[in-house]
């Protein structure tokens, strides 16, 4: 069994797919293609896992949850086989579910044991990172502050870690309704997809109520967020608009849009894909900034910018404030499978294109 090849194409490091330097012609509005954008390497990895899981067991694979925050992949994986469904009481006796890359609670894993379920956890290892720091947390009998989105699958995953000690707090005014047993025992942690610049201001909220606030031993936010940000922040002061490709429900992709209008971007939409596009939105716009959340396929990039270029905003250049190296290896168990069956060789999971966006 075979799959076809993959969909989710990603750049090439040096332009981004975005055509730098190609198109110079001088009367045309200029588009700026923010780099890194699109895929990190935790979302490279779990739709790899669910691509993988397919080839090597055949459909139906489960996915509790949208394995990532993307409309695009989640029915592209859809039409392969994949079964997405809320819970894995939705799941068949013994059958074989993936956990998404957002992570789950101990309460779901041993829902999925009591169904006798196969699962392969595609959580990506910085979310399992802010778990463990839950975890060992409570251990040490801190309160300790999730600064995150009530609501979001990563949030409830970690919460779940330690229901007793977290309280989940979602911006600065939240922070003045927080009540702790001991003020000299007291930690955040966060969400990994959350604007860098706000969840400073709630953590400095959070210092001037409990000055001993101890930090995280890392940054939670992961390094795929906060290079997105840095490189929308770079271009957003030049553009009339600013587009950012992703889906509704990604927090990263929506923190993009509220980063760009915090650095001086005129306007900013998200749509999912091109035919979303508004021609309204680009009246008068001389320069168009282009990005795309963590979760989001080089494609759907190309297709706005050609969008873009047939209205004559024909000059495309990239814009690069980091170049993104990281990898993770595929859950151990799958790895395994794969090699007793001759799937996949002595590397354990190889991004489809290196560098920035390897491109997670
Ligand atoms: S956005 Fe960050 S935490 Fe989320 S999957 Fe990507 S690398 Fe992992």
């Given at each position: 069994?075979?799959l076809?090849?993959p969909?989710?194409?990603?750049p090439?490091?040096?332009?981004g797919?975005?055509?730098?330097?190609q198109?110079?012609?001088?009367?045309?509005?200029?588009?700026?293609?923010?780099?890194?954008?699109g895929y990190c390497?935790?979302?490279?990895?779990?739709?790899?896992?669910v691509?993988?899981?397919?080839?090597?067991?055949?459909?139906p694979?489960?996915?509790?949850?949208?394995?990532?925050?993307?409309?695009y992949?989640?029915?592209?994986?859809?039409?392969?086989?994949?079964?997405?469904v809320?819970?894995v009481?939705?799941?068949p006796?013994?059958?074989r579910?993936?956990?998404s890359?957002?992570?789950v609670?101990?309460?779901?894993?041993?829902a999925?044991?009591?169904?006798?379920?196969?699962?392969?956890?595609a959580?990506?290892?910085?979310?399992?990172?802010?778990?463990?720091e839950?975890?060992?947390?409570?251990?040490?009998?801190?309160?300790?502050?999730?600064?995150?989105?009530?609501?979001?699958?990563?949030?409830?995953?970690?919460?779940?870690?330690?229901?007793?000690h977290?309280?989940?707090?979602?911006?600065?005014d939240?922070?003045?309704?927080?009540?702790?047993?001991?003020?000299?025992?007291?930690?955040?942690?966060?969400?990994?997809?959350?604007?860098?610049?706000?969840?400073?201001?709630?953590?400095?909220?959070?210092?001037?109520?409990f000055?001993?606030?101890?930090?995280?031993?890392?940054?939670?936010i992961?390094?795929?967020?906060?290079?997105?940000?840095?490189?929308?922040?770079s271009?957003?002061?030049?553009?009339?608009?600013?587009?950012?490709?992703?889906?509704?429900n990604?927090?990263?992709?929506?923190?993009?849009?509220?980063?760009?209008?915090?650095?001086g971007?005129?306007?900013?939409?998200?749509?999912?894909?091109?035919?979303?596009?508004?021609?309204?939105?680009?009246?008068?716009a001389?320069?168009?900034?282009?990005?795309s959340?963590?979760?989001?396929?080089?494609?759907?990039?190309r297709?706005?910018?050609?969008?873009l270029?047939?209205?004559?905003?024909?000059?495309?250049?990239?814009?690069?404030?980091?170049?993104?190296?990281?990898?993770?290896?595929?859950?151990?168990?799958?790895?395994?499978?794969?090699?007793?069956?001759?799937?996949?060789?002595?590397?354990?999971?190889?991004?489809?294109?290196?560098?920035?966006?390897?491109?997670h």
């Amino acid at each position: 069994m075979s799959l076809p090849s993959p969909s989710f194409p990603r750049p090439p490091q040096d332009d981004g797919g975005a055509g730098s330097g190609q198109d110079q012609t001088p009367e045309g509005g200029r588009v700026l293609v923010a780099a890194p954008r699109g895929y990190c390497a935790g979302v490279d990895r779990a739709v790899d896992v669910v691509e993988k899981a397919l080839e090597l067991y055949g459909p139906p694979i489960y996915v509790r949850k949208e394995i990532v925050h993307n409309k695009y992949v989640v029915e592209t994986l859809s039409e392969r086989g994949a079964i997405f469904v809320q819970e894995v009481d939705e799941v068949p006796e013994g059958a074989r579910v993936v956990f998404s890359a957002h992570g789950v609670s101990p309460q779901v894993v041993a829902a999925a044991q009591e169904r006798h379920l196969a699962t392969i956890d595609a959580t990506c290892p910085l979310v399992t990172k802010v778990h463990r720091e839950a975890v060992r947390f409570a251990r040490e009998d801190y309160d300790i502050i999730l600064v995150g989105h009530q609501g979001h699958e990563e949030v409830e995953g970690t919460f779940g870690e330690a229901p007793d000690h977290i309280q989940v707090v979602g911006s600065p005014d939240e922070v003045d309704s927080v009540t702790v047993r001991d003020p000299s025992r007291v930690v955040w942690i966060s969400q990994t997809t959350l604007s860098v610049d706000e969840t400073r201001q709630t953590v400095d909220r959070l210092r001037e109520r409990f000055p001993e606030l101890t930090d995280p031993p890392s940054d939670d936010i992961c390094y795929a967020t906060q290079n997105r940000q840095v490189a929308v922040k770079s271009i957003a002061p030049d553009v009339d608009v600013m587009i950012v490709v992703g889906s509704a429900n990604s927090s990263n992709s929506v923190r993009l849009l509220e980063v760009a209008l915090d650095a001086g971007a005129g306007s900013a939409h998200r749509v999912d894909r091109a035919s979303e596009l508004r021609e309204e939105w680009f009246e008068g716009a001389q320069t168009v900034g282009v990005t795309s959340g963590a979760s989001v396929p080089e494609v759907l990039v190309r297709d706005v910018i050609a969008w873009l270029k047939e209205r004559g905003l024909t000059h495309v250049e990239q814009v690069r404030t980091e170049t993104e190296t990281t990898t993770f290896a595929l859950p151990r168990n799958l790895r395994m499978e794969l090699k007793k069956s001759g799937l996949i060789d002595a590397r354990p999971h190889a991004p489809r294109q290196s560098g920035a966006n390897h491109t997670h």
